[in-house]
């Protein structure tokens, strides 16, 4: 697949720390609970750690529980890519950026609090924030 933003190996790996890029180009993922986002509550978009594409609106972040920052919608249809993952012994949902394909995170249809029933479940290191003034 081509996408609007693409990079070798090592022009990622010099963009990005070695756990982004474990996160981001490896579909890594970081410990639970030790995310610097994952407390973030202030107004503003959460951008592609890798290529500042906007991902998700702060109105859409809720608590989870889950240890990571979670949110029930990105900021359009087109923002991510949703595709089979069947490592670990499991089926889940990857979410990838659409701008430059890099891991975000994984998305579950386990949160009936809120208006779509979904949690996108993001890696903090995938991610920036980008307060609106």
């Known amino acids: ?5 693409t ?3 090592d022009e990622w790996r010099k963009e990005l720390t ?3 890029y474990k996160v981001l180009r490896e579909a890594g993922t970081e410990r639970a609970w030790t995310g610097a986002l994952l407390d973030e509550k202030r ?3 959460f951008v ?3 290529c500042g594409a906007d991902l998700f609106r702060s109105t859409t972040k809720f608590e989870s529980g889950s240890g990571w920052p979670s949110f029930f919608e990105p900021i359009s249809p087109d923002a991510v890519e949703l595709h089979r993952d069947v490592t670990y012994g499991m089926v889940r949902t990857e979410i990838r950026c659409a701008t430059c394909g890099s891991h975000l995170g994984h998305l579950f ?3 009936p609090q809120t208006p779509t029933g979904d949690r996108y479940c ?3 290191l995938s991610l920036e924030f ?4």
Do not use: H, L
């Open 122 to 124: 993001m890696n903090s």
């Open 1 to 5: 697949m081509t996408y609007k933003v």
């Open 109 to 111: 249809d386990d949160a």
């Open 18 to 20: 070695p756990s982004e």
């Open 7 to 9: 990079k070798t190996d």
């Open 43 to 45: 107004d503003g978009v």
């Open 130 to 133: 980008e307060q609106k003034d």
């Open 48 to 50: 592609c750690k890798a």
